[in-house]
């Protein structure tokens, strides 16, 4: 089994830690992983901006640098979904095809792909999950509070397996923290409020840590955090489900 | 109201955070009722599949339903119109009320009436109009649109009705509890509903079988304006056909759990046929319902049942106010249905979403809301509603990324900017900046460490 890891265009440049953190754990789990490194961006800044017609230009390089692969994995839900609801190349249909079915966020990829049932993980402090709404409602990665249905969440049953971790109860389980790409922008009072109140809903539940599976949110609740002051930090899932006991004096 | 779009109206609402919070607080409490209530019934799920099933249906064969609805509401003796749109509309029911030399007409909640701006047309033309559902005749004392299509006057602090009230029906100055405004508000509509001799009401449903209607009100205003009144007129979109009356079980118990979270509305009445001496009167308004209809992706818009669950689950009506929709509906649905109307003035409002998806996992009938905010963005740029300064940058950002040396490059500066220049980022021109610290630039990107430490 090949699998391509796909990191997205803000990972890569700010985020690189979520990334390493990811292919690390991977690679401790023993999967073959590769990082194409001529891909960029899935193209949904753009597309969700109303301009899809402009991403054929990036739905050609991310065929091209992932149609080899038998899975495609990325840590960050929100562009797994662009990628599985709108890769589309009228010339590489089949191989956009592959894609779009063989392209995973990295939490189910372990859940459903690797079937993971123990994580060596430790991380002995309060946590925070953010519910990223694409990972969620998009990816089905857990259970919605809006629908009648079995509770599940697959993120939380992979943190369940890190010694020493534990979760805080949120009033709001899932609610947007209102980044939305250019909406964080474009809508800027709505949106940062919206990223206040998620930011409190963690602080006075007493998080240490705020983790999510999409790195979008976190940077937008780590923004807010910091102008608060605040000491909270916000770290990717895979960065908790990769860390080592000895790191933690750090 | 003013020229401005939904971000500017939204950071105007925002100005005052603890109203913000009040507001949000309120129509969070009412989602989570609607919880609550959904969660009571095991089968939920499989009710909004059947409603949605039985409103595609309606879709699909909606020119059969109409014409079997007409003929069985004539033959029950209801006189049946048919508008093309709002002024139409308006034009059917001042006639009406004209032909009887009627200036002053009792009116319980109806949406419809707001798309068309009836009042305002009947108010130029000397009918004095009054609204009789409590929250939307607040809102009228207010001379505002509602900012709701359930709650009309959410938007509104119980001090702040107080006020209003003093104001307009003389009420003691400063009283705001709810009793005594209640109590002023039914001695006031009461001597209404005894004096008007027409009475307009909306359509929840219209049974295409029985060619009757049904309208779901929690204060029996409707009831008491079309029983006590000459001429009922009952205005209705095309889209609010169901099949057969067996079909109202499936909706009547969906509704009002999706609405505010109690099993049922109070008052489901049922009217069938004027009684003696009674004029009963419908207007099928079709006001670009039928423009919506052929566009296959935004059809199913009008499998819309008026709940507003859309509104109370999405967090940015929580955190803009109805208001800010500009629009006679708000929210989410409001979005989705107001670009057909036109896309120019409305061509912000598939943009006042981050695409959370919360809409569409409330909706009753299964429409899928966000999908369409996604869908209406992609026409609105097409058809050239998109501001020109947006699409330059967006044909930069295509530009930038779809080259893998143009994107490290680019990245590249963008990093060394934020650490060694962040002045010019960090500044009042940056709308992310002015609640938003910016991320704390790396040593290097994935890319470069991969190439490192993966030779």
């Not at chain 1, 240490?208 to 976190?218: N, P």
């Not at chain 2, 940058?393 to 530009?399: D, E, T, W």
Request: aromatic share 8%; hydrophobic share 35%; with cysteine.
């Amino acid at each position: 089994m090949r699998v391509g890891l796909f990191v997205p265009c803000y990972v890569d440049q700010f985020y690189p830690n979520a990334a390493i953190a990811t292919l690390k754990l991977l690679r401790k789990l023993g999967v073959d992983v590769y990082y194409p490194q001529n891909q960029t961006c899935c193209g949904q800044p753009m597309a969700n901006s109303g301009y899809e017609h402009l991403t054929k230009d990036c739905d050609r390089l991310f065929i091209d640098n992932f149609a080899e692969f038998d899975y495609i994995v990325s840590p960050s839900g929100s562009c797994v979904l662009h990628v599985k609801d709108h890769l589309h190349d009228e010339q590489k249909e089949q191989q956009a095809t592959h894609i779009r079915k063989r392209v995973y966020e990295l939490v189910e990829f372990l859940t459903d792909v690797l079937k993971v049932d123990k994580i060596t993980a430790s991380f002995p402090h309060k946590v925070g999950l953010h519910q990223s709404c694409h990972g969620q409602r998009g990816l089905h990665l857990s259970s919605m509070t809006e629908l009648v249905d079995t509770p599940f969440s697959k993120p939380m049953q992979l943190l369940n397996q890190v010694e020493g971790l534990e979760i805080i109860q949120l009033t709001r389980p899932d609610e947007c923290c209102g980044f939305g790409g250019t909406f964080c922008v474009a809508e800027e009072a709505v949106s940062a409020k919206m990223g206040k109140d998620r930011v409190e809903d963690h602080l006075m539940n007493g998080a240490e840590y705020i983790t999510a599976a999409d790195m979008s949110c976190l940077m937008h609740m780590e923004g807010i955090l910091k102008r608060k002051n605040s000491k909270v930090k916000v770290l990717h899932i895979a960065e908790i489900l990769n860390a080592e006991k000895e790191a933690l004096s750090e | 109201m003013s020229n401005l779009q939904h971000p500017a109206l939204s950071e105007i609402f925002n100005r005052d955070e603890d109203r913000v919070n009040w507001h949000d607080d309120t129509l969070w409490w009412i989602r989570a009722k609607r919880d609550k209530a959904a969660q009571g019934i095991s089968e939920w799920e499989l009710l909004r599949e059947t409603a949605s099933q039985i409103k595609n249906n309606v879709l699909s064969n909606l020119h059969q339903y109409l014409e079997e609805f007409e003929k069985n509401a004539l033959a029950n003796g209801i006189k049946v119109h048919w508008a093309a749109d709002a002024a139409e509309h308006n034009k059917i029911v001042h006639g009406l009320l004209a032909a009887k030399g009627i200036t002053q007409m009792v009116k319980s909640k109806s949406m419809l009436t707001e798309e068309c701006h009836l009042n305002d047309y009947l108010e130029q033309k000397g009918i004095d109009v009054i609204d009789s559902d409590l929250g939307e005749r607040i809102v009228q004392l207010a001379k505002e649109p509602p900012s709701h299509i359930v709650l009309p006057c959410i938007h509104k602090k119980k001090e702040e009705i107080g006020q209003i009230f003093h104001e307009n029906l003389g009420t003691e100055a400063g009283v705001s509890d709810p009793q005594v405004l209640t109590e002023t508000a039914r001695i006031h509509l009461r001597e209404t509903f005894l004096t008007r001799r027409s009475a307009l009401t909306g359509v929840n449903f219209a049974v295409a079988e029985t060619g009757e209607f049904v309208v779901c009100t929690n204060e029996g205003n409707a009831d008491m304006g079309a029983h006590l009144a000459d001429i009922h007129i009952a205005s209705m979109g095309i889209e609010k056909l169901i099949p057969k009356k067996k079909h109202l079980g499936v909706f009547l118990r969906l509704l009002t759990r999706s609405a505010t979270g109690q099993p049922i509305t109070t008052y489901s009445s049922h009217f069938k046929k004027p009684r003696k001496g009674q004029e009963m009167h419908i207007v099928l308004v079709d006001n670009g319902r039928s423009v919506q209809l052929g566009r296959e992706s935004f059809r199913n818009s009008l499998k819309c049942i008026r709940c507003g669950a859309c509104m109370n689950t999405c967090p940015v009506y929580r955190r803009s106010g109805g208001h800010s929709y500009h629009n006679a509906i708000a929210g989410p649905i409001g979005a989705i249905l107001a670009p057909n109307l036109d896309m120019k003035k409305y061509s912000d409002l598939p943009f006042a979403s981050t695409l959370c998806g919360s809409c569409t996992n409330v909706c009753p009938v299964k429409i899928d809301i966000h999908d369409q905010l996604y869908k209406w963005r992609q026409v609105i740029v097409k058809e050239g509603n998109s501001p020109a300064a947006k699409t330059m940058a967006m044909k930069v950002m295509n530009f930038t990324l779809a080259s893998p040396t143009r994107f490290k490059l680019a990245g590249k500066i963008g990093r060394w900017t934020l650490k060694h220049a962040g002045f010019t980022v960090n500044n009042g021109l940056n709308p992310w900046y002015k609640h938003r610290e910016m991320p704390e630039p790396p040593k290097e990107s994935f890319s470069e460490w991969y190439k490192k430490n993966n030779p």
